[in-house]
Structure formats: C-alpha cells, structure tokens
C-alpha cells in the first residue's frame, strides 16, 4: 500500500513539473509577446512618434494574427499531431521578440506583431492542450490545478518582464530596443524546458486532433461569446494602463513595481483558481472569473493615485489570467477530450477577436479626449458583460 503511495506522489509530482515546463510557453505567449508591450508601449510612442490609435493598432495586430494562428494550429495538429506545431509555434514565437528591436518603420513593426501573434497562438493554444492531457484519469480538481499551473506561465512571465525592462530603459525611452531583446533572449533559453515538458505528454500525439462539431460548438456558445467580450475588455486595459498610470504622475520605479505586484499577485493566484474552477457548474468559474477583474479595473480609474492603482493591480492580478484557465477547464468538462484541442482554439479565436476590439477602442477614444482614463473605461463595461453572458452557459451533460 505505502509502495502504491509512494509511486502515485512520485506520478503527480511529475505531473506537476511537466505542466510547470509547459508554462513556459503560455509566459512567451502572453507574458511576454501580448502583456510586456504595455511596459514598452510609452517608451515606442515618444521615440517614434505613434498616435494612441497606432499603439493600440500594433496590439491589435498581434491579436489579428493570433486569430489566424488558432485556426491554423488546428489543424497543423490534425496535420503532424501537437508536439511538432507547437514546437515550431514557441521557436518563432521567440524569434520574433528579439527581431522586434531591428526596426522602427512602423509597417514592419505592425508585421512583426501579426507574425508573433501567429506563433503565440500555436504556443499557447497547443500547450494548454498538452496540459489539459498531462493526467487523464485524475480528479477534475487536480487537472484543474494543473491547467491554471499552465496559465500561471504567464503571470510569471509578467513579473519577469517588470524586472527586465525597467533595467533596458534605465538609460531613457531609446531602451525599448534593449528590452524585446532581453525578452527575446529569456524565450529561447526557455525553449529547452518547455520541449522536453512537450516529449513528456504522448497521448495527444498518437493520433489527429478532431474538429469541432457544430453541436460542440453549440455547447459552448455561451462560453464563446463571454470569452470574447473578455478579451477585449481586459486587454485595453492592460495595453494602456501603463500610459494611465504615467499620465497620473506615476515614476518609473512606480509603474514597474505596479506591473510585479500585478504578476505576482497572478502567478500565485492563477495556479490556485485551477482547482477552485473546477468545481464551478456551467459558466460560473468565467463568470466570476471574469466579474472579480471588472472589479479590479475600478480603483485606479474612480480615484487616480498609488494606493488605488496597486489596489486594482492586487485585484485585477489576482483574477485576470484565470480567464484562460476558466474556459480550458469548462471545455475540458463539456467536450471529450478528443475535440479540447478544437475547442480551446475556437475559444481562443473569440478571445483573439475581442483583443482585436479591444485596443483600437481605447486608443480611438482616448485620442479624441485627449485623457487615457476616459479609453479605459470602455473595460469595466465589457467585462461586467461578459460575466453576465457567461452564467448563460448551462453544466455538462
């Protein structure tokens, strides 16, 4: 009995590592390709000269190819099974940080962050398929808890982009070069570990990924849409909440503590929602999800200053990254596990489409008020939106 124990404990500590590896990929992904462009953003505007509506314009393009990109991951993995896509999705995805800094035209920047987006989807979207099959027969709260380890990735990858480009711009705002470089840098030495996480879960290799059915997609309608109104909520909040905070008067040191305390607060937070979700019915585990970050855009825009703005980074940390971990573990529980990979992709195009909305809004509002605040507030609406779609969302059968 106590040999059994000693091997099953040995299993899921193995478990545990692998989705931790895995994570690496959602840190690239996310952390670093979609979220630290919010700390480079203020810097890339003074030094080349773009308008709010083009600095939303450069996420919204890595949002456009990360449409693109979930549907194409698809069915690459349907092609030459998960591992191999999602390999090559991490390598470039990599790549394309580092060669971010070579240029300053604005058409090939707008390039380079639709090429990244196309990559980080397959990254992304194929990881969190590889962590939702890393222990097929556990507990629904123990897979729950490793998807959001997954997802927790990218709240690390927050935090170390909060370290590392502070230090790049310690010579002014030229230093925006320096840090997609460090970032770069960062990313391919996290590959190694991330591949051999990938090599440890076979099964979604052993046979084509299955396209979603329409009454599958139906199941999750719902979901869909919620996810959807999500994504662009949350995402023009972080694109310009750095702006924000500077435009209030914020120091350098203030805004990079702003951004570590908001991806500490995610990385511990995301990993511990994983099995909280899982024992939500329908679409609640979204919908609060999704109602605690409404919450925490509201400090620093009701009450301008430090305290508010590390309130709202406490709150809006805590909550946000389970977004992704929130829908993973409802497809995982409404579909059979042949049809998760289809299903997180579709998510994820609602996802990448609210993205897509979500800065150009902002950035078109606040250039015709001339007051960051006032593009932002567009987020807490869209979020408490989404929560209310997402209790629409009925249980599994």
């Known amino acids: 009995m106590a040999l059994t124990g000693d091997v099953a404990r040995d299993s899921w500590q193995r478990h545990l590592l692998t989705a931790a590896g895995l994570s690496i990929a959602a840190a690239v992904a996310l952390g670093f390709s979609r979220f630290a462009y919010s700390l480079l953003l203020p810097p890339m505007r003074e030094t080349l000269g773009l308008s709010y509506v083009q600095a939303g314009a450069l996420n919204t393009a890595n949002a456009a190819g990360y449409i693109f990109g979930s549907m194409a991951a698809v069915l690459s993995a349907r092609r030459w099974g998960v591992e191999r896509p999602f390999q090559a999705g991490l390598v470039v995805s990599a790549l394309i940080l580092a060669f971010t800094a070579a240029t300053s035209d604005f058409t090939l920047l707008f390039a380079l962050r639709t090429i990244g987006g196309v990559s980080t989807a397959f990254a992304f979207i194929l990881g969190a398929a590889l962590a939702g099959a ?99 909520g949350y995402v023009g909040w972080m694109t310009f909440i750095i702006a924000l905070l500077r435009d209030q008067g914020g120091s350098g ?136 779609v997402s209790l629409l969302q009925r249980r599994a059968a």
Do not use: C, N
């Open 134 to 232: 890393i222990s097929p027969t556990s507990s629904s709260e123990r897979k729950g808890l490793l998807v959001g380890l997954y997802v927790a990735g990218s709240s690390a990858g927050i935090v170390l982009s909060g370290i590392a480009v502070p230090i790049a711009l310690q010579d002014g705002p030229q230093g925006w070069r320096a840090g997609w470089v460090i970032l770069g840098v960062l990313a391919l030495v996290g590959i190694v570990p991330a591949l051999l996480a990938a090599r440890a879960v076979p099964v979604l290799d052993r046979g084509p990924a299955a396209m979603l059915r329409l009454d599958e997609f139906v199941r999750i309608l719902p979901a869909f849409f919620g996810y959807g109104l999500f994504g662009a």
């Open 253 to 388: 040191s203030q805004t990079a503590a702003f951004w570590i305390v908001l991806g500490v607060t995610s990385t511990i937070s995301t990993s511990l929602w994983g099995s909280v979700l899982a024992r939500l019915p329908g679409g609640r585990g979204p919908a609060v999800i999704f109602f605690v970050t409404m919450l925490g855009t509201l400090p620093v825009l009701i009450h301008p200053g430090l305290v508010s703005a590390f309130l709202s980074a406490l709150i809006f940390g805590s909550s946000f990254m389970a977004g992704p971990a929130a829908v993973t573990i409802l497809a995982q529980r409404q579909l059979p596990a042949r049809s998760l990979t289809a299903a997180v992709a579709v998510l994820t195009v609602a996802f990448a489409l609210g993205q897509s909305i979500g800065p150009i809004l902002a950035g078109k509002v606040t250039d015709m008020t001339g007051e960051v605040a006032a593009g932002l507030w567009a987020s807490p609406a869209l979020l408490g939106l989404a929560a209310l």
